[in-house]
C-alpha cells in the first residue's frame, strides 16, 4: 500500500511538472501574434505615445523628432521637437492647429488636410505600422515594457505607407506584444534612406490604450 500510495504521489507530480514546464515553454505562432496585436492597436480608440527618430545626417546620429502625444478618436495633441524646433499642435477631426513658439499663439492651418499630410507620422503613428504583407516573422524572446511583461517580434515586412515607401528601403521591425492582453505596446522601426542608404530608427510607445482622453481645440 506505501509503494503504491508513493507511485502515485509521484505520478502526480510528474504530471504537475510536466504542465509547469510545458506553460514555461509554449511559445504563441509568431504571425497570428503579430496581426493580433497590431489589429488590437488599430482598433483602439484612445491612447498616449511617444515618437522618437533617429537619423544619420552628414555622418552624424541625430535626433530628428522627439514627441509625446495623445489620440482620442479623430482627435490629436502632440507637444516635443520635430527637426530642432518647438512643435506643440492640435488635431481635431480635419481641422489642424498649430503654437508659434515664440509668440504662442495658436494658428489654424488653412490646407489642414496638407499640414496632416506633412505631419503624418507625428499626428497618426500608426501609420508606420501599416503593413502589405509580414513575410517571416521572428519571435526572439520575453522583455518588460514600462514594467509588463511583452513578447519580442521581428520581421522584416513589405509596407503601406506611400510617405515611407518613397523616401526609405529594406525596413526592419521589431514589434513588442503585451503577454496579458497580446496588444502591440512597443514599435521599433529601422530602414535605409533610398538615395544615400544612411540609416533611420523609428521607435514608438504606447500606453493608456482605450483609457479616456479628452482632447479639445485651443481657443484662437
Not at 37 to 55: D, I, K, M, P, V
Not at 134 to 139: I, Q
Not at 151 to 170: A, G, I, K, R, Y
Request: net charge neutral.
Amino acid at each position: 500500500m506505501k509503494k503504491r500510495g508513493i507511485g502515485l504521489v509521484i505520478g502526480i507530480g510528474i504530471v504537475l511538472m510536466g504542465g509547469l514546464l510545458g506553460r514555461l515553454l509554449w511559445q504563441p505562432d509568431p504571425s497570428d501574434l503579430v496581426k493580433h496585436g497590431l489589429e488590437q492597436l488599430n482598433a483602439a480608440t484612445s491612447f498616449r505615445y511617444s515618437l522618437t527618430q533617429h537619423q544619420w545626417v552628414e555622418g552624424k546620429d541625430r535626433v530628428l523628432t522627439q514627441v509625446l502625444g495623445e489620440k482620442d478618436g479623430g482627435n490629436t495633441r502632440i507637444l516635443g521637437q520635430l527637426a530642432g524646433s518647438e512643435v506643440e499642435m492640435i488635431k481635431i477631426a480635419d481641422s489642424t492647429y498649430s503654437k508659434d513658439p515664440f509668440s504662442k499663439k495658436w494658428i489654424r492651418f488653412e490646407n489642414a488636410l496638407a499640414a496632416q499630410e506633412v505631419f503624418l507620422a507625428e499626428l497618426n503613428p500608426l501609420s508606420s505600422l501599416q503593413i502589405k504583407e509580414l513575410g517571416e516573422v521572428m519571435l526572439s524572446n520575453q522583455e518588460k515594457v514600462n514594467g509588463e511583461k511583452v513578447w519580442v517580434c521581428h520581421l522584416s515586412p513589405s509596407v503601406q505607407n506611400q510617405m515611407m515607401e518613397v523616401f526609405w528601403t529594406d525596413f526592419q521591425y521589431t514589434l513588442y506584444v503585451r503577454k496579458s492582453d497580446k496588444i502591440v505596446v512597443k514599435a521599433t522601426i529601422e530602414a535605409k534612406n533610398k538615395l544615400k542608404s544612411d540609416p533611420m530608427t523609428m521607435t514608438l510607445e504606447f500606453k493608456d490604450i482605450g483609457k479616456k482622453i479628452t482632447i479639445q481645440a485651443p481657443d484662437i
